[in-house]
């Protein structure tokens, strides 16, 4: 097991409502965003940062990105071997209550859509995507479409691209296979990153009724 993921698991034990899946410590639970922490490497050995994740699900071929993180560790973190019980014992109090408490806070789309507030006016393409497809889900298609449309898709990367550009046209001609489409999305996030086991049943799409546009 890596030092990274040897010491989350030491801190899920010491933070109750967490779980670790791979190498992110959940928050749990999961509705529609993943919420956590994880360690990034640096180029000096054994060091690390600490990230505090936020990242929706319902997009595409989504990585954890960090774009909505936060690094809240003041600098570097040594992680060995050695003494690593300690460590994971300070890490904890980084950790929790401030950031966890925030984590907890930023439960689903209406919370994410406030969490990202202060970059109102960014035009950052992967950014405008996350909110056209957030307002979407908290049922405000007129403004998910209005986002879309002033985005210049053709130059979205491809790899993006060729799943957001068709999901605008049926969002406009076959509503029904929009929603499919933004579910499939976010199961197979939650499959890659092995978060089903944290899933809350809020975030069952079996039992929303996604919106359609008037």
């Known amino acids: 097991m890596g030092i990274q993921r040897k010491t989350l698991q030491l801190i899920q034990r010491r933070l109750k409502g967490t779980q670790l899946c791979k ?23 054994d060091m690390y940062y600490l990230w505090r994740v936020i990242t929706p699900l319902y997009k595409p071929a989504n990585p954890v990105f960090l774009t909505y993180s936060g690094r809240i560790s003041k600098g570097y973190l040594r ?19 401030g950031h966890l408490s925030y984590l907890r806070r930023v439960r689903g789309p209406k919370e994410f859509l406030k969490h990202v507030g202060w970059m109102a006016g960014n035009t950052m393409l992967n950014f405008r995507v996350d909110l056209a497809l957030t307002h979407y889900l908290l049922g405000n298609v007129d403004e998910c479409v209005k986002i879309l449309e002033r985005l210049p898709l053709d130059d979205l990367p491809p790899p993006f691209r060729v799943h957001i550009v068709p999901f605008f046209a049926e969002l406009r001609t076959r509503p029904a296979a929009a929603a499919a489409r933004l579910q499939a999305w976010e199961r197979e996030n939650v499959e890659r990153l092995g978060l089903a086991g944290t899933m809350s049943g809020a975030a069952q799409f079996d039992e929303v009724v996604l919106p359609t546009p008037r």
């Open 79 to 97: 992680l060995t071997r050695e003494g690593l019980d300690e460590t994971a014992e300070r890490i904890t109090s980084i950790m929790s209550p």
């Open 23 to 45: 190498d992110v410590l959940v928050v749990l639970p999961t509705e529609h965003i993943l919420r956590g922490f994880v360690f990034e490497r640096t180029l000096s050995k």
